[in-house]
Protein backbone atom coordinates (compact mmCIF):
# COMPACT_ATOMS: atom_id res chain seq x y z
CA UNK A 1 0.00 0.00 0.00
CA UNK A 2 2.83 2.38 0.98
CA UNK A 3 4.62 1.34 -2.56
CA UNK A 4 1.59 2.59 -4.19
CA UNK A 5 1.30 5.99 -3.05
CA UNK A 6 5.00 6.78 -3.31
CA UNK A 7 4.96 6.20 -7.27
CA UNK A 8 2.65 8.70 -7.88
CA UNK A 9 5.08 10.79 -5.85
CA UNK A 10 8.13 9.60 -7.38
CA UNK A 11 6.65 10.84 -11.24
CA UNK A 12 5.75 14.15 -9.71
CA UNK A 13 8.83 14.61 -8.92
CA UNK A 14 10.58 13.81 -11.84
CA UNK A 15 8.13 16.16 -13.75
CA UNK A 16 8.60 18.91 -11.21
CA UNK A 17 12.76 18.59 -12.02
CA UNK A 18 11.97 18.53 -15.71
CA UNK A 19 9.90 21.80 -15.27
CA UNK A 20 12.38 22.75 -13.53
CA UNK A 21 14.88 22.44 -15.84
CA UNK A 22 12.63 23.96 -18.34
CA UNK A 23 12.41 27.05 -16.62
CA UNK A 24 16.27 27.08 -16.36
CA UNK A 25 17.07 27.25 -20.01
CA UNK A 26 13.86 29.23 -20.54
CA UNK A 27 15.51 31.92 -17.84
CA UNK A 28 19.14 32.00 -19.37
CA UNK A 29 19.10 30.83 -23.39
CA UNK A 30 21.94 32.98 -23.92
CA UNK A 31 24.22 31.23 -21.00
CA UNK A 32 22.97 28.08 -22.06
CA UNK A 33 23.78 28.30 -25.97
CA UNK A 34 27.20 29.55 -24.73
CA UNK A 35 27.16 26.44 -23.28
CA UNK A 36 26.57 24.08 -25.30
CA UNK A 37 28.72 25.56 -28.38
CA UNK A 38 31.36 25.29 -25.99
CA UNK A 39 31.15 21.31 -24.52
CA UNK A 40 30.33 20.95 -28.55
CA UNK A 41 33.10 22.16 -29.74
CA UNK A 42 35.34 19.64 -27.55
CA UNK A 43 33.06 17.09 -28.38
CA UNK A 44 33.62 17.77 -32.24
CA UNK A 45 37.65 17.91 -31.82
CA UNK A 46 37.38 14.67 -29.43
CA UNK A 47 35.50 13.13 -32.80
CA UNK A 48 37.28 14.15 -35.50
CA UNK A 49 40.90 12.62 -33.05
CA UNK A 50 39.06 9.25 -32.25
CA UNK A 51 37.59 8.95 -35.92
CA UNK A 52 41.27 9.48 -36.70
CA UNK A 53 42.89 7.30 -34.75
CA UNK A 54 40.50 4.11 -35.43
CA UNK A 55 40.61 4.64 -39.13
CA UNK A 56 37.03 6.38 -39.83
CA UNK A 57 38.62 8.64 -41.91
CA UNK A 58 41.75 9.87 -43.34
CA UNK A 59 44.52 12.65 -40.87
CA UNK A 60 43.69 15.12 -43.21
CA UNK A 61 39.71 15.20 -42.88
CA UNK A 62 40.62 14.15 -39.10
CA UNK A 63 42.69 18.04 -39.12
CA UNK A 64 40.61 19.57 -41.45
CA UNK A 65 37.72 19.31 -38.79
CA UNK A 66 39.81 20.96 -35.75
CA UNK A 67 39.60 24.69 -37.40
CA UNK A 68 35.78 24.76 -37.47
CA UNK A 69 36.16 23.10 -33.25
CA UNK A 70 37.82 26.52 -32.82
CA UNK A 71 35.69 28.70 -34.57
CA UNK A 72 32.45 27.34 -32.84
CA UNK A 73 34.60 27.78 -29.47
CA UNK A 74 35.53 31.54 -30.47
CA UNK A 75 31.73 31.90 -31.40
CA UNK A 76 30.46 31.09 -27.86
CA UNK A 77 32.77 33.48 -26.22
CA UNK A 78 31.73 36.12 -29.10
CA UNK A 79 28.05 35.32 -27.90
CA UNK A 80 29.29 35.49 -23.97
CA UNK A 81 30.93 38.70 -24.40
CA UNK A 82 28.26 40.54 -26.26
CA UNK A 83 25.57 39.30 -23.67
CA UNK A 84 27.52 40.56 -20.83
CA UNK A 85 28.14 43.94 -22.71
CA UNK A 86 24.30 43.86 -23.53
CA UNK A 87 23.36 43.48 -19.96
CA UNK A 88 25.38 46.24 -19.01
CA UNK A 89 24.18 48.62 -21.33
CA UNK A 90 20.54 47.76 -19.93
CA UNK A 91 21.60 47.87 -16.36
CA UNK A 92 20.59 44.25 -15.85
CA UNK A 93 22.48 41.35 -14.01
CA UNK A 94 24.36 38.65 -16.02
CA UNK A 95 23.16 35.17 -15.49
CA UNK A 96 27.10 33.77 -14.35
CA UNK A 97 25.81 30.47 -13.43
CA UNK A 98 25.93 28.51 -16.90
CA UNK A 99 27.31 31.80 -18.77
CA UNK A 100 30.70 31.27 -16.86
CA UNK A 101 30.50 27.60 -17.30
CA UNK A 102 30.42 27.71 -20.97
CA UNK A 103 33.34 30.73 -21.07
CA UNK A 104 35.26 28.31 -18.35
CA UNK A 105 34.94 25.82 -21.17
CA UNK A 106 35.68 28.02 -23.72
CA UNK A 107 38.33 29.62 -22.78
CA UNK A 108 40.07 26.15 -21.83
CA UNK A 109 39.48 24.55 -25.59
CA UNK A 110 41.08 27.94 -27.03
CA UNK A 111 44.22 27.63 -24.75
CA UNK A 112 44.71 23.68 -25.51
CA UNK A 113 44.27 24.64 -29.27
CA UNK A 114 46.50 28.10 -29.06
CA UNK A 115 49.63 25.58 -27.92
CA UNK A 116 49.30 24.04 -31.63
CA UNK A 117 49.05 27.19 -33.13
CA UNK A 118 51.52 28.65 -31.68
CA UNK A 119 53.97 25.89 -32.62
CA UNK A 120 53.08 26.15 -36.05
CA UNK A 121 53.65 29.61 -36.66
CA UNK A 122 56.90 30.03 -34.11
CA UNK A 123 58.31 26.34 -35.55
CA UNK A 124 59.61 25.72 -39.24
CA UNK A 125 56.97 23.30 -41.44
CA UNK A 126 59.72 20.81 -41.21
CA UNK A 127 58.72 16.44 -39.92
CA UNK A 128 62.14 14.95 -39.64
CA UNK A 129 64.47 15.45 -36.49
CA UNK A 130 67.84 13.91 -36.07
CA UNK A 131 70.51 14.52 -33.44
CA UNK A 132 73.01 14.47 -36.38
CA UNK A 133 72.28 16.73 -39.09
CA UNK A 134 75.42 15.47 -41.24
CA UNK A 135 75.06 12.42 -40.90
CA UNK A 136 71.26 10.67 -40.22
CA UNK A 137 71.11 7.72 -38.77
CA UNK A 138 69.26 5.77 -41.89
CA UNK A 139 66.32 2.98 -42.13
CA UNK A 140 66.53 0.28 -43.78
CA UNK A 141 63.56 -2.17 -42.06
CA UNK A 142 61.20 0.94 -42.46
CA UNK A 143 60.52 3.42 -45.53
CA UNK A 144 61.61 6.51 -45.43
CA UNK A 145 58.74 8.57 -47.02
CA UNK A 146 59.56 9.56 -50.73
CA UNK A 147 58.25 13.08 -50.25
CA UNK A 148 60.19 13.62 -47.05
CA UNK A 149 62.15 16.68 -48.82
CA UNK A 150 59.61 17.93 -50.71
CA UNK A 151 58.07 20.85 -49.48
CA UNK A 152 60.73 22.33 -47.68
CA UNK A 153 60.22 25.84 -46.73
CA UNK A 154 63.14 28.81 -47.14
CA UNK A 155 63.38 28.36 -51.13
CA UNK A 156 62.37 32.35 -51.58
CA UNK A 157 64.33 33.32 -47.95
CA UNK A 158 67.30 35.55 -48.70
CA UNK A 159 69.65 34.01 -46.16
CA UNK A 160 68.44 30.23 -47.95
CA UNK A 161 68.91 31.68 -51.47
CA UNK A 162 70.59 28.83 -53.67
CA UNK A 163 70.48 26.35 -51.29
CA UNK A 164 69.05 23.05 -52.09
CA UNK A 165 65.83 21.43 -50.15
CA UNK A 166 68.35 19.39 -47.58
CA UNK A 167 70.45 22.43 -46.93
CA UNK A 168 67.40 24.28 -46.21
CA UNK A 169 66.33 21.43 -43.75
CA UNK A 170 69.55 21.23 -41.85
CA UNK A 171 69.43 24.87 -41.95
CA UNK A 172 66.24 25.38 -40.41
CA UNK A 173 66.31 22.11 -37.97
CA UNK A 174 69.12 24.21 -36.80
CA UNK A 175 67.59 27.11 -35.90
CA UNK A 176 64.58 25.52 -34.00
CA UNK A 177 66.31 22.71 -32.36
CA UNK A 178 69.45 23.62 -31.25
CA UNK A 179 69.38 21.31 -28.68
CA UNK A 180 68.73 18.06 -30.36
CA UNK A 181 72.38 16.28 -30.56
CA UNK A 182 74.10 13.44 -29.74
CA UNK A 183 74.47 11.80 -26.43
CA UNK A 184 76.85 9.68 -24.74
CA UNK A 185 76.71 7.02 -21.97
CA UNK A 186 78.71 5.35 -20.87
CA UNK A 187 77.66 1.29 -21.82
CA UNK A 188 78.91 -0.86 -24.51
CA UNK A 189 76.73 -0.53 -27.59
CA UNK A 190 74.79 -4.04 -27.48
CA UNK A 191 73.47 -2.69 -23.94
CA UNK A 192 72.56 0.43 -24.95
CA UNK A 193 70.40 -0.19 -27.56
CA UNK A 194 69.28 -3.40 -25.58
CA UNK A 195 67.99 -0.84 -22.94
CA UNK A 196 66.44 0.74 -25.89
CA UNK A 197 64.42 -1.85 -26.77
CA UNK A 198 63.16 -2.33 -23.38
CA UNK A 199 62.50 1.39 -23.08
CA UNK A 200 60.79 1.11 -26.83
CA UNK A 201 58.74 -1.53 -25.50
CA UNK A 202 57.67 -0.19 -22.21
CA UNK A 203 56.37 2.79 -24.03
CA UNK A 204 54.62 0.61 -26.45
CA UNK A 205 56.61 1.01 -29.58
CA UNK A 206 56.14 -1.17 -32.84
CA UNK A 207 59.96 -2.58 -33.02
CA UNK A 208 60.38 -3.44 -36.89
CA UNK A 209 64.04 -4.21 -36.49
CA UNK A 210 66.64 -4.19 -33.34
CA UNK A 211 70.38 -5.67 -33.59
CA UNK A 212 72.51 -4.90 -30.24
CA UNK A 213 75.45 -5.70 -32.01
CA UNK A 214 75.68 -3.43 -34.77
CA UNK A 215 73.73 -0.95 -32.85
CA UNK A 216 70.87 -0.26 -34.84
CA UNK A 217 67.40 -0.16 -33.39
CA UNK A 218 63.96 0.70 -35.99
CA UNK A 219 60.60 1.48 -34.51
CA UNK A 220 57.06 2.75 -35.00
CA UNK A 221 55.56 5.58 -32.44
CA UNK A 222 51.96 6.91 -32.27
CA UNK A 223 51.61 10.07 -31.02
CA UNK A 224 48.88 12.70 -30.22
CA UNK A 225 45.36 12.36 -29.58
CA UNK A 226 45.02 11.90 -33.48
CA UNK A 227 47.68 8.62 -33.24
CA UNK A 228 49.56 9.53 -36.22
CA UNK A 229 53.32 7.22 -36.83
CA UNK A 230 56.49 8.22 -37.04
CA UNK A 231 59.06 6.14 -38.12
CA UNK A 232 62.00 6.31 -35.42
CA UNK A 233 66.01 4.83 -36.07
CA UNK A 234 67.92 4.71 -33.39
CA UNK A 235 72.03 4.39 -33.95
CA UNK A 236 74.71 3.57 -31.16
CA UNK A 237 78.62 4.28 -32.16
CA UNK A 238 81.26 2.54 -29.79
CA UNK A 239 83.71 5.60 -28.10
CA UNK A 240 86.34 5.17 -25.36
CA UNK A 241 87.73 2.07 -26.51
CA UNK A 242 84.08 0.33 -26.64
CA UNK A 243 83.50 0.86 -22.98
CA UNK A 244 80.86 3.87 -24.04
CA UNK A 245 78.30 4.56 -26.79
CA UNK A 246 77.65 8.09 -29.16
CA UNK A 247 74.12 7.72 -29.39
CA UNK A 248 71.94 9.06 -32.28
CA UNK A 249 68.66 9.35 -33.00
CA UNK A 250 65.95 10.28 -35.76
CA UNK A 251 62.28 10.65 -35.90
CA UNK A 252 59.93 11.34 -39.06
CA UNK A 253 56.45 11.64 -39.19
CA UNK A 254 55.05 9.64 -41.80
CA UNK A 255 52.19 12.07 -42.43
CA UNK A 256 51.71 15.81 -42.64
CA UNK A 257 54.57 18.80 -43.30
CA UNK A 258 54.60 20.47 -40.19
CA UNK A 259 54.89 18.23 -37.26
CA UNK A 260 54.34 20.86 -34.84
CA UNK A 261 57.39 19.86 -32.53
CA UNK A 262 56.08 16.68 -31.54
CA UNK A 263 59.31 14.89 -32.92
CA UNK A 264 61.78 16.87 -31.25
CA UNK A 265 59.81 16.32 -28.23
CA UNK A 266 59.41 12.27 -28.84
CA UNK A 267 63.22 12.76 -29.34
CA UNK A 268 64.21 14.91 -26.28
CA UNK A 269 62.01 12.47 -24.16
CA UNK A 270 63.74 9.05 -25.31
CA UNK A 271 67.17 10.37 -25.20
CA UNK A 272 66.64 11.71 -21.46
CA UNK A 273 64.56 8.27 -20.27
CA UNK A 274 67.61 6.53 -22.02
CA UNK A 275 70.36 8.11 -20.84
CA UNK A 276 69.53 8.81 -17.43
CA UNK A 277 71.56 11.80 -16.91
CA UNK A 278 72.26 12.97 -20.71
CA UNK A 279 75.80 14.16 -21.95
CA UNK A 280 76.00 16.12 -25.16
CA UNK A 281 78.40 14.53 -27.64
CA UNK A 282 81.16 16.39 -29.13
CA UNK A 283 80.39 17.67 -32.25
Do not use: C
Request: aromatic share 6%.
Amino acid sequence: MDSQQEQPQTSHQAGGAKQNRLAMLRKDPRGWTVLMLSVVSVIAFLGAAFGTAIGLWGWKTGMAIVPWTGLLAIIALAIAALGIFWDRRKGRKTRWLVTGLGIIVALGFIGYLGNYVVARMSLPAIHDITTDLADPPQFSALNLRADNLDNIPGANDKQMRGMNPRQRWATLHQRAYPDVRSVRIDQPVPLVIERAERLANDRGWEVASVDPASGHLEATVKYSLFRLKSDIVIRARPAQNGQASIIDMRSVSRVGVHDLGENAKLVRQFLSDLSGTTTAASQ
